[in-house]
C-alpha cells in the first residue's frame, strides 16, 4: 500500500520566484487496486510520478510505503527503498544494445545478485509477462508492446510493492494497449501490487483503473471510482469517461435527443416513446 500525504513540490525559478507544481496531494493505494491519475498537460502529472519514484524530492508531505516514509531519505536508505517502488516509462526506455534478458537482469545486477540467480529470476520475470521466448532478442526486434512488457519485467525485478507507470502505453496501438493492461491487471493480484496509472488517455482509465484522481494545476480536484464519476452528473471527468455508444436511430432530429440525453441535457418527455416507434422497439 502506498499513501501520499500532503504532498509539495516547488521548483526555484531563475529571478527568484517559484514554481508551485505539486499543492497538497493526498492519494491512497491500497494492495491490489489501480489507481489512475489523469489530468491535462502541465497539470504536475510528472512531477509526482518524479516524487514517488524518488527520483525527485518533494517540498513537503510524505510517502509511505507499507508505513514507511520515503519521501525524506538519501543515500544507503534511499538506494535500499527505492526497490519499492517499480517504474515502467515510456516504451523507449530499454537498452537497444541489450537483450530483453539482460535489460531485466539489470537492476539485479547493480545489486549483486549471482549469476545463477539472475538466470533463474530473469526466467520467472519473462514467464510473468507472458514472453518466455524473447530472452535473447534486442529491443529492435520486439514489437512495441513486447518491449512494453519487458520494461515492465524489469520495473518487478527487485519485487515491489508498488507499480508506478508514466504514460506507459502512449504511443502504442489500441490492441498493445489493451494487452498491457491486462497484464497490469493480472500482475496487480498476483503480487499485490499498488499500481499508479499516470495518463492522460480516458481510454486507458476506463477499463483498468478502480479509482481515478484527476489532477488540476497541482490538486486533485475529483476522485473516485469509474462507476461513481460516471453516475456524477457534475464530474467533468465523468462526462469524458462516458463510452460513446452507437446511436440508436439515424434519424437527424432523434440523434440530436440522444446527443443531448448523453450529455446530460434536458429532452423532451416523449423522447423515449419517439424512439420506440422510429426503430421500432418495445420497452
Ligand atoms: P504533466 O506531466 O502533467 O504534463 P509536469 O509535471 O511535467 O506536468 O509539469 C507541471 C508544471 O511544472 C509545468 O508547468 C512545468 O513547466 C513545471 N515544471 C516541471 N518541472 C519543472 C522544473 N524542473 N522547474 C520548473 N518548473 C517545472
Ligand atoms: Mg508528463
Known amino acids: 500500500m502506498i499513501e501520499i500525504h500532503d504532498l509539495h513540490k516547488a521548483y526555484d525559478l531563475p529571478g527568484g520566484e517559484v514554481a508551485e507544481v505539486l499543492r497538497g496531494i493526498d492519494l491512497v493505494v491500497p494492495d491490489r487496486c489501480i489507481t489512475a491519475v489523469v489530468g491535462p498537460s502541465g497539470s504536475g502529472k510528472t512531477t509526482l510520478s518524479r516524487c514517488i519514484s524518488l527520483l525527485d524530492q518533494p517540498t513537503a508531505g510524505s510517502i509511505l510505503v507499507n508505513g514507511t516514509d520515503l519521501s525524506h531519505l538519501t543515500g544507503e536508505a534511499l538506494r535500499r527503498q527505492r526497490r519499492a517502488i517499480g517504474t515502467i516509462f515510456q516504451s523507449s526506455a530499454l537498452l537497444r544494445r541489450k537483450t530483453a534478458a539482460e535489460n531485466v537482469a539489470l537492476p539485479l545486477r547493480y545489486l549483486g545478485v549471482t549469476e545463477a540467480g539472475i538466470r533463474q529470476r530473469v526466467e520467472e520475470l519473462l514467464d510473468s509477462v507472458g514472453l518466455p521466448d524473447k530472452a535473447h532478442h534486442y529491443p529492435g526486434q520486439l514489437s512495441g508492446g513486447q518491449r512494453q512488457r519487458i520494461g515492465i519485467a524489469r520495473a518487478l525485478a527487485l519485487g515491489p510493492q508498488v507499480l508506478l507507470s508514466d504514460e506507459a502505453t502512449s504511443g502504442l496501438d489500441p490492441q498493445a494497449t489493451e ?14 501490487l499498488s499500481v499508479i496509472l499516470i495518463t492522460h488517455e480516458m481510454d486507458v482509465v476506463r477499463g483498468t483503473a478502480d479509482q481515478v484522481a484527476v489532477l488540476r494545476q497541482g490538486r486533485i480536484v475529483e476522485r473516485g471510482s469509474v462507476g461513481e464519476l460516471v453516475a456524477d452528473p457534475a464530474s467533468v471527468t465523468g462526462g469524458q469517461l462516458l463510452p460513446v455508444a452507437a446511436p440508436l436511430s439515424d434519424d437527424p432530429e432523434l440523434l440530436q435527443l440522444e446527443v443531448r440525453y448523453a450529455a446530460g441535457r434536458p429532452v423532451p418527455a416523449d423522447w423515449i416513446s419517439r424512439l420506440c416507434e422510429a426503430l421500432p422497439v418495445r420497452v
Open 179 to 192: 494487452s498491457i493492461l491486462a497484464l497490469l491487471r493480472q500482475l496487480k493480484d498476483q503480487f499485490s
